[in-house]
């Protein structure tokens, strides 16, 4: 869901303003550049397309990027089911990773799912992706499963973790 559809009370906070890096909600403008950093990142794209609807129909979805000097170097986009969250896409740009960008998102999308009261979040990420699985673990997901030969190219598992932010 596009700028303007949707209404914080209150803006998550992360700790980007050290980084010089500002994080905000994905524009149509942001789209061919986010399309860059898919390819970029994941084997297995997905077209521009599903990535079109996501931003710009899917009412279920919330899209932010991540910028450094007025280009993007990162996004996140996830979808909202009532009191949980599921993130599709994390994304840092190879050029910026390991350099707490990636930590700063996270930590902004979960500050905003915690204003949302938003009470779970699930991802899924591959076994061999150990810095995300780490940074996962690090703010507080826990692994929760696997699917076998989710990824169905490289005949890769995949590890499900979740958050729960509200217990009880």
């Known amino acids: 869901m596009l700028s303007g559809e949707f209404t914080l009370v209150q803006k998550p ?34 077209s521009q397309n599903n990535i079109e609807y996501e931003v710009l ?6 899209a932010y990027v991540v910028e450094k000097d007025r280009s993007i170097i ?25 350099k707490q960008i990636g930590s700063s998102l996270l930590n902004y999308l979960i500050n905003d799912w915690r204003l949302k ?28 499963g696997v699917r076998k030969n989710y990824y169905s190219k490289e005949k890769e598992d995949a590890i499900l973790m979740s958050i729960f932010l509200r217990r009880g």
């Open 117 to 144: 009261k938003i009470q779970e979040g699930h991802l899924e990420t591959r076994r061999s992706n150990v810095a995300a699985r780490n940074m996962y673990l690090k703010y507080g997901f826990e692994v929760i």
């Open 13 to 46: 906070s992360s700790n980007s303003e050290t980084l010089g890096i500002n994080i905000r909600e994905m524009q149509v403008g942001d789209l061919e550049r986010v399309c860059e950093l898919e390819k970029q990142a994941f084997p297995d794209i997905r």
């Open 57 to 62: 129909e899917n009412s279920l979805s919330f």
């Open 74 to 98: 990162g996004y996140a986009i996830y979808w909202r089911v009532d009191t949980e969250a599921h993130l599709l896409d994390f994304a840092i740009d190879k050029n910026y990773r390991g």
